[in-house]
């Protein structure tokens, strides 16, 4: 109850001064709004929503770190040589409060009959062994694409994402777990070293989600999570090759919340000041569809499912106004409380919110339809197959092996 009365205050607060804000044209009382709604849903999450958490903790650095700390400095927040417009703060205040709306109403609805455990034998147990082989194939060609250049390494190291989600669905032992971990990881930590840390912390946000959900792994999550400043902290440090020091603590965090919410700006210059009319984001799904994207997928293209605007509170602004952005939010936090629903459910099921909850990750700074952009992928159902039918020759093989003994 007293949780409740607090997340109730903290949204109330929220709303207060985003009206004050507006009304006196205090942009700075609008930005602690979006903050206080921050703290409503993190009140919220703690301790029994740990991926909504986790969509907190990346929706902060993503869009409010940067606006934030310079706020608390005293320094210029607003991007430069743009125009003051209140839209983009109400949006992402309205953001936030639906998408914890979206995930107590899954969790007041399907999540009340519970939890149905599966013995996920069977196929399940082929499917966890040959994903993980594909698993440490892909990870090898992650490695050697660095030193060789061609074609073949670079589509199969693109799988590398597929296979991994394949196999923790399979809810594999604590050994296996970490080294899947590690197989995902390893290849992107040479990007820390070139200013590229936003697939890393994505990824890292996958894997800390993954033992959120196993629940016997929390402790271990925390930790894999609270090293990453840490890690960062230490490639600052060897990128100055200077020894360390507080100052550069502070610089290198600096860095890392620059490179991190570069999404604010883009928020701010591409939020239209009204709906488009159209739905550009079905728009966007007609482009990906359209044959050209489908073979360049193929080929090992990245796909890109955006609607011309870019960050997907603009997609959902775009489409219907503050509602789209309601909506949109509170999908994506049934999508959040569904991964965990699923857990124990099947595998297959399972493997397709694990991969969505990647997009979900990176929806803050992404497109709307970021979470939903591997099923317009023919490279993940490739890698799917060749799980499945992988696993299924295996079993035929074992089956005939037993018989003949």
Same mark, same amino acid.
């Given at each position: 109850?007293?949780?409740?009365?607090?997340?109730?205050?903290?949204?109330?607060?929220?709303?207060?001064?985003?009206?004050?804000?507006?009304?006196?044209?205090?942009? /700075?009382?609008?930005?602690?709004?979006?903050?206080?709604?921050? @703290?409503?849903?993190?009140?919220?999450?703690?301790?029994?929503?740990?991926?909504?958490?986790?969509?907190?903790?990346?929706?902060?650095?993503?869009?409010?770190?940067?606006?934030?700390?310079?706020?608390?400095r005293g320094a210029a927040w607003w991007p430069e040589g743009a125009a003051f417009s209140p839209t983009p703060?109400?949006?992402?205040?309205?953001?936030?409060?639906a998408a914890q709306a979206g995930d107590m109403l899954f969790n007041r609805s399907l999540?009340?009959? !519970?939890?149905?455990?599966?013995?996920?034998?069977?196929?399940? /147990?082929?499917?966890?062994?040959?994903?993980?082989?594909?698993?440490?194939?892909?990870?090898?060609?992650?490695?050697?694409r660095f030193y060789l250049r061609?074609?073949?390494l670079d589509q199969f190291s693109a799988l590398i994402g597929a296979f991994f989600c394949v196999y923790l669905s399979t809810r594999p032992e604590t050994g296996g777990v970490y080294l899947a971990i590690g197989f995902y990881l390893i290849p992107t930590i040479p990007g820390l070293f070139g200013a590229s840390e936003y697939t890393f912390t994505l990824r890292l946000l996958l894997c800390v989600g993954y033992l959120f959900i196993r629940r016997y792994a929390i402790w271990q999550g925390l930790?894999?999570?609270?090293?990453?400043?840490?890690?960062?902290?230490?490639?600052?440090?060897?990128?100055?090759?200077? @020894?360390?020091?507080?100052?550069?603590?502070?610089?290198?965090? /600096?860095?890392?919340?620059?490179?991190?919410g570069r999404s604010f700006e883009a928020l701010v210059r591409a939020?239209?000041?009204?709906?488009? @009319?159209?739905?550009?984001?079905?728009?966007?799904?007609? /482009?990906?569809?359209?044959?050209?994207?489908?073979?360049g997928a193929l080929?090992?293209?990245?796909? #890109?499912? #955006?609607? !011309?605007? @870019?960050?997907f509170l603009a997609d959902a602004f775009a489409d219907w106004g503050y509602v789209g952005v309601a909506l949109y939010s509170a999908a994506a936090g049934c999508c959040l409380a569904a991964v965990e629903w699923v857990n124990d459910r099947h595998y297959l099921a399972f493997t397709?919110?694990?991969?969505?909850?990647?997009?979900?990750?990176?929806?803050? !700074?992404?497109?709307?339809?970021a979470p939903v952009e591997f099923l317009l992928n023919p490279m993940f159902y490739l890698a799917l197959m060749l799980c499945l039918l992988s696993a299924l020759l295996c079993r035929a093989f074992s089956g005939g092996s037993r018989r003949r003994a």
């Amino acid at each position: 109850m007293t949780k409740l009365v607090f997340r109730a205050v903290l949204a109330a607060l929220s709303a207060g001064l985003l009206y004050l804000g507006v009304c006196l044209g205090r942009p /700075d009382f609008m930005l602690w709004g979006v903050y206080c709604a921050l @703290g409503s849903n993190l009140v919220y999450a703690l301790p029994g929503r740990p991926v909504f958490l986790l969509f907190q903790i990346s929706f902060f650095f993503i869009l409010l770190a940067e606006p934030g700390l310079s706020a608390l400095r005293g320094a210029a927040w607003w991007p430069e040589g743009a125009a003051f417009s209140p839209t983009p703060l109400i949006a992402m205040d309205v953001s936030l409060l639906a998408a914890q709306a979206g995930d107590m109403l899954f969790n007041r609805s399907l999540g009340r009959r !519970g939890r149905a455990r599966s013995s996920q034998g069977g196929l399940c /147990d082929f499917v966890r062994r040959v994903s993980l082989i594909f698993l440490g194939l892909a990870f090898c060609c992650s490695i050697a694409r660095f030193y060789l250049r061609y074609p073949l390494l670079d589509q199969f190291s693109a799988l590398i994402g597929a296979f991994f989600c394949v196999y923790l669905s399979t809810r594999p032992e604590t050994g296996g777990v970490y080294l899947a971990i590690g197989f995902y990881l390893i290849p992107t930590i040479p990007g820390l070293f070139g200013a590229s840390e936003y697939t890393f912390t994505l990824r890292l946000l996958l894997c800390v989600g993954y033992l959120f959900i196993r629940r016997y792994a929390i402790w271990q999550g925390l930790a894999l999570l609270l090293g990453l400043p840490a890690v960062l902290w230490a490639v600052a440090l060897v990128r100055a090759g200077t @020894g360390f020091s507080l100052s550069w603590l502070s610089q290198s965090f /600096d860095a890392y919340v620059a490179q991190m919410g570069r999404s604010f700006e883009a928020l701010v210059r591409a939020m239209p000041s009204g709906m488009n @009319g159209g739905s550009r984001i079905l728009q966007a799904f007609s /482009d990906a569809l359209s044959p050209e994207a489908l073979l360049g997928a193929l080929s090992g293209e990245n796909i #890109s499912v #955006s609607s !011309g605007l @870019g960050p997907f509170l603009a997609d959902a602004f775009a489409d219907w106004g503050y509602v789209g952005v309601a909506l949109y939010s509170a999908a994506a936090g049934c999508c959040l409380a569904a991964v965990e629903w699923v857990n124990d459910r099947h595998y297959l099921a399972f493997t397709f919110l694990l991969m969505a909850l990647h997009g979900l990750l990176a929806l803050p !700074g992404s497109t709307a339809l970021a979470p939903v952009e591997f099923l317009l992928n023919p490279m993940f159902y490739l890698a799917l197959m060749l799980c499945l039918l992988s696993a299924l020759l295996c079993r035929a093989f074992s089956g005939g092996s037993r018989r003949r003994a």
